[in-house]
């Protein structure tokens, strides 16, 4: 079964609005989780490292007042698209780790955002 | 800079045949690790197999199995008796040193027929 659950797995939204996206870890703690987008038939681009208690640390090119992340718990770290417009659809995807520097990396179901 | 490339962009295969699928990369960190995913339209991101750089093995899971050429710094996948399945895009993706951040590569799919 899934041990990284991300919710909503289709959203959309209208521009200006704000988006909210989870990404939960099911049965362990995760210190550190990541973000990364896809564009279609693209790969896979790091947006940012969600860090537990502290601040995210962001990839460079990439806006940290559009792409708010908060790690509030060793559980739980949400993805909040700010102010969306249309090039902000995309599939948003999480990932995290039991060990870190182990051999397995679990990645959230994913999330569709879609901003008319 | 560390850097992944997958040069397949379109892979066919015969059900029931083998496939490899390609993958180099290129770092100057000596510990590093080498994962390959596999996503079907559906988004989500299967974990397949993993490969240490310090794994003396090619490392195996079922059907799956990684050869890992360190010298050459390739990392091919190998789907043994393919299914129909299958089908999907496959990413090959490598951990910066001892973080969990990963590269991926631009992919490749998998289309298996009858």
């Known amino acids: 079964g899934a041990v990284v659950s991300q919710h909503p797995s289709r959203v959309i939204c209208k521009s200006g609005t704000s988006v909210k996206i989870e990404c939960r870890s099911l049965d362990f703690q995760a210190t550190t989780m990541f973000w990364y987008r896809q564009f279609p038939k693209k790969s896979l681009m790091l947006m940012a490292t969600s860090n537990e208690g502290s601040k995210a640390t962001y990839e460079q090119g990439v806006e940290k007042d559009k792409f708010l992340i908060n790690h509030a718990s060793l559980t739980l770290s949400t993805l909040t698209v700010t102010s969306a417009h249309p090039e902000d659809s995309s599939f948003y995807i999480c990932?995290?780790?039991?060990?870190?520097?182990?051999?397995?990396?679990?990645f959230g179901e994913g999330s569709w955002l879609t901003v008319v | 800079a560390q850097k992944i490339t997958q040069t397949q962009p379109g892979m066919f295969v015969q059900e029931k045949e083998a496939v490899t699928l390609d993958c180099t990369y290129d770092?100057?960190?000596?510990?590093?690790?080498l994962f390959w995913y596999k996503q079907p339209s559906s988004g989500e991101m299967i974990f397949l197999i993993y490969?240490?750089?310090?794994?003396?093995q090619n490392a195996t899971e079922g059907r799956y199995s990684l050869n890992f050429q360190k010298a050459r710094k390739s990392a091919n996948l190998v789907i043994s008796a393919s299914q129909l399945g299958d089908s999907a895009m496959y990413f090959c993706a490598m951990r910066e040193g001892w973080t969990d951040k990963l590269i991926f590569g631009t992919g490749t799919r998998l289309q298996v027929f009858p």
């Open positions: 990932s995290a780790s039991k060990e870190q520097g182990g051999n397995t990396i679990y």
């Open positions: 770092t100057s960190d000596p510990s590093y690790g």
């Open positions: 490969q240490g750089s310090y794994d003396q």
